[in-house]
């Protein structure tokens, strides 16, 4: 951890950021990662114990959209306010020093920080020909990243290029582009995403910062909390998609109007991600599907930068969104009443998916 001093909250409002801002910011890093509000206060709390976590951040193959997405926010101060929750001690976009004293900087906060630091990975490290196509300082990423890996409390792979190879690896992939768990031959912390969203990072950093874990992880190494649902499920078009309702063309009637962008193409069914439930950068409805452009499907290996952008993939299973009851009874029993709610909202789901289907068997014969 790095100490920042005594009096944090009134270095923040010298720049404008109230306490308010900064307990807020941390309640939705919290509720990003799926924790109550009470977990944000105590990350909060933490940090202003001078407790940051420290971060150090290698860039390897990427276009540096991931970090972009972290710093350039249109709310004020945001970015800034996320770089005093946590102490970057080494990230090359941000450094002031170049060339030796860069490298100088990477050892430093590496032999600082042995043991305690969190190692944020963004782009993706190519393995062909001994890595010879991405050097920094003279060492390749295979090295690099091994190097920092083995000393670091935690690893973070950001982004779809960290995570699985993203754009690098699209085919042919000539410099055999791959994920940051392929090369240290064990599951990492992945966010996927082509940017991953800034909280999801942040609220997975202080989450391991203030308790010591870190979220609960599927089998690709991303945590649940964002990753276990699709886009569909929670998709604001999505009562059009039940209904039947599609926008064909771009600025046809049907797309003016807000409807479901399937037939153009949308991965949403096939995209595990919370886009559409976690605003990007506080920006309401600054994503894909909010501005009327299908989801590419970025955070899914085999779908984007694979699958042409236009191109309809058949729909797997569909699942009630999160605003219909729920099934099982979570806290408590449930009663006869309740179940039958939950019953004919699940019976509404699959009606609804009946609807849709028919719509679309419909409209591919014509
Ligand atoms: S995942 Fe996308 S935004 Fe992030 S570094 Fe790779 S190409 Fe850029
Ligand atoms: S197909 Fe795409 S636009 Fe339509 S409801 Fe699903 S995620 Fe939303």
Redesign the pocket.
Known sequence: MTDIGSDMIAELETKGVSRRDFIKVCTMAAGAVGLPAWAGEKMAENVEKGRKPSVIWLHFQECTGCTESLLRTSHPDLGSLILDLISVDYHETLAAAAGYQVEAALEKAAHDNKGKYVLVVEGAIPEKDNGIYCRVGGKTAVETVKKYAADAAAVIAIGSCASWGGVPSASPNPTGAVGVGKVLGKTVLTLPGCPANPYNLLGTVLQFATFGTLPKLDEKGRPEFAYKR???DD????A???NGR?AKQFGDAGHREG????QLG????Q?HANC?LLDFCEVPGAWP?GIGH??VGCTEEGIVFNVPIHTNLP?PNPTAPMAYPGVGPAQGGVGAVAAGVAGLAIGAAIGAGFVASKKLSKDEGK
């Open positions: 699709v886009i569909h998709c604001p078009r999505r059009h998609f039940d599609f409807w479901c962008l399937y949308c991965k949403g069914p995209t559409s599907i299908p989801c729909i």
